[in-house]
C-alpha cells in the first residue's frame, strides 16, 4: 500500500493536469463557461423550489426560507452524483490510455471527482452569497466547510474506487449506479426534512435510514450551510454516533477500495 502511495505522489502532476483538463472540456466552447456551473443550481432551485415549495406546500412544515434549504442539500448531493457517475467509468472511458501509457490508474477516478470539486466548491459559493444577499443567518459552523469537504470527499473517493475497479470486470456495474443514485436521492434528506421520516415512520424504520451516510453528510451540510437548528429546526438533526459511523465507514471505503483497485488494476488493460 506505501509503495502505491508513493507513485500516486509521484505522479500528483499528472492527476493535477488531468483535473484540469476535465474542468476545461465540461464547458468547451460554451459561451458563458464557468458560469454554468453557477447558473445549474439557480435554475435547478427554481424547479424545485415550484414543484416541493409551491405546489407541495412543504414550507408548511415550518421552514424558513425553504428555497435555500433546498439548495444547501441538493449542491452536495449533485457533486456527490457526478463524481461517482463520472468516475465509476474513468478507467473504462480511457482505454487507449491505460493500454499504452503506465501510471497509477486511480489517477483517473481522482481527475473526475477533483473537477467535480471545483465547480462545487463555485456554486458553494454561489449560495453563501446568496446567503448574505437575503439576509439569512449565517451559523459560525460555516467554517467547518473544509473539513465537511473533506468527509464528504472521502466517501466519494472510497466508493469512486471500488465502483470504477469493478466496472472494469462487469460493465452493469456503470448502469446499476444510475439507478441506485435516483432511489439513493430519495432516501437522503435532500427535499424534504429529516422531521418527516421522524413523524412518518416507525423507530426501527428511523435507525435504517440513518445508515445512509450520505444522510448524514447532507444533514451537516445543511446544519453549517443553511444553519438548519435556527432557519429550519424541522430539518435539524445531529447524532454523535451518526457522524462517527460516516468518518469511520468513508474511512473504511476508501482504505479497502484502493487496496481492492490497486490489486486489480493490473488486469485492467486485458479485460478493457
Request: hydrophobic share 55%; glycine share 4%; net charge positive.
Amino acid at each position: 500500500m506505501r509503495e502505491y502511495l508513493r507513485k500516486l505522489f509521484f505522479y500528483r502532476e499528472l492527476l493535477y493536469n488531468l483535473t484540469i483538463k476535465e474542468v476545461k472540456v465540461k464547458y468547451k466552447n460554451s459561451f458563458i463557461g464557468f458560469l454554468w456551473s453557477m447558473v445549474n443550481p439557480v435554475m435547478m432551485l427554481a424547479v424545485y423550489y415550484v414543484a416541493f415549495g409551491i405546489i407541495f406546500k412543504l414550507r408548511a412544515l415550518g421552514m424558513n426560507r425553504y428555497e435555500f434549504y433546498l439548495l444547501a442539500g441538493i449542491l452536495p448531493w449533485n457533486f456527490f452524483s457526478l463524481s461517482l457517475m463520472q468516475s465509476v467509468s474513468a478507467v473504462v472511458n480511457n482505454a487507449d490510455l491505460v493500454k499504452k501509457v503506465y501510471f497509477p490508474r486511480e489517477v483517473l477516478p481522482f481527475s473526475y471527482i477533483g473537477a467535480a470539486s471545483f465547480h462545487f466548491l463555485l456554486q458553494e459559493l454561489v449560495l453563501v452569497i446568496f446567503l448574505l444577499l437575503f439576509r439569512v443567518h449565517l451559523s459560525p459552523w460555516i467554517f467547518a466547510l473544509p473539513l465537511l469537504l473533506l468527509l464528504q470527499l472521502v466517501f466519494t473517493a472510497g466508493l469512486s474506487l471500488y465502483l470504477s475497479a469493478l466496472n472494469v470486470f462487469f460493465r452493469d456495474i456503470q448502469h446499476f449506479t444510475e439507478i441506485a443514485l435516483l432511489a439513493w436521492f430519495w432516501i437522503t434528506p435532500v427535499v424534504y426534512p429529516i422531521s418527516f421520516i421522524q413523524e412518518s415512520f416507525p423507530a426501527w424504520a428511523e435507525r435504517i435510514y440513518m445508515l445512509n451516510p450520505m444522510a448524514h453528510i447532507v444533514l451537516l451540510w445543511q446544519r453549517i450551510t443553511y444553519n438548519s437548528p435556527l432557519n429550519g429546526p424541522q430539518a435539524a438533526y445531529f447524532s454523535v454516533e451518526g457522524f462517527l459511523y460516516t468518518v469511520v465507514l468513508s474511512l473504511f471505503l476508501l482504505v479497502s477500495g484502493y487496496y481492492l483497485f490497486c490489486r486489480l488494476e493490473g488486469r485492467f488493460a486485458e479485460f478493457i
